[in-house]
């Protein structure tokens, strides 16, 4: 039964992607506002299946920490569902992502029109550069602005060095971050098509005023909240490991 609902929910991707791709392209006529409506109707919809075919459901924790205006969010990535999650709990938002994806088809004909902010990772400081220079714009146009500081997508109970890219654009734009932890990959793996049915907890932490913290320090307190806050919520993915949240 497991293998027929992913293989169901693998078709009815395979169907209502190129459409919704084709008709974003048709509409770049339009102000990008409405190109991004159009766009981001698919996110919504495949989470409805997500929840009736596949038995995935979710529950927020913390919505009350969401700010009023925009801001940046760093977020844990364990697979694709927190890209089609996050359209869903927060306001109107772009990823920053890496430019291969925008050659995949039709996904990435509409991920070109979502007004993400494109890097090449093996670049550096030019992708630090576009991160800051992109975002800022993103967010002066009252986007938020979506970062996976780890870079990939982890297994659940793993961590990897938290990449600065988020945090100099918070504090260069003065606006705050907002931290999450979720266990998406519990349930949505990141190495096979099988998706497991259960609940997927994302909690959005306080947000972290950028003041007078450089980027390191926002960065390493963005981090110490989405790793201690795993370590609360999901403890069996660490039972054999030792908590990593002092490192910056």
């Known amino acids: ?18 459409p919704c791709a ?7 006529p339009l102000p990008s506002s409405v190109r991004r409506h159009i766009v981001a109707g698919w996110a919504p919809l495949v989470m409805w299946f997500a929840w009736h075919l596949l038995g995935i459901r979710y529950r927020v924790i913390g919505r009350e920490n969401i700010p009023a205006g925009p801001a940046v969010i760093l977020s844990k990535h364990q697979s694709a569902w927190e890209t089609m999650a996050l359209q869903v709990i927060f306001p109107p938002l772009c990823f920053v992502f890496k ?11 509409g991920l070109a029109l ?8 093996g670049a550096a400081k030019d992708a630090l550069t576009q991160v800051v220079e992109q975002g800022r714009a993103r967010l002066a146009e009252g986007f938020w602005v979506v970062v996976f500081p780890e870079g990939t997508r982890v297994a659940p109970g793993a961590t990897r060095r938290y990449q600065p890219g988020g945090a100099r654009l918070a504090q260069q734009a003065r606006v705050p971050v907002v931290p999450v932890a979720h266990n ?15 609940e997927i907890v994302v909690s959005i932490g306080p947000a972290i005023a950028p003041g007078e913290m450089d980027a390191n320090a926002i960065n390493s307190a963005a981090r110490k909240w989405i790793e201690a806050e795993m370590h609360r919520l999901f403890p069996h993915h660490y039972a ?9």
Do not use: C, H, N, Y
């Open 22 to 28: 084709i008709l974003g392209v048709l509409a770049f």
């Open 1 to 18: 039964m497991l293998a027929l609902r992913s293989l169901l929910f693998a078709l009815f991707l395979a169907i209502v992607t190129p």
């Open 114 to 121: 979502t007004s993400g902010i494109a890097i090449d990772r």
């Open 184 to 198: 998406a990959g519990e349930f949505w793996r990141r190495d096979t098509w099988l998706k497991k049915p259960g």
């Open 240 to 248: 054999t490991t030792t908590p990593q949240v002092a490192a910056s």
């Open 99 to 109: 430019r291969e994806l925008l050659r995949v088809p039709f996904f990435g004909w």
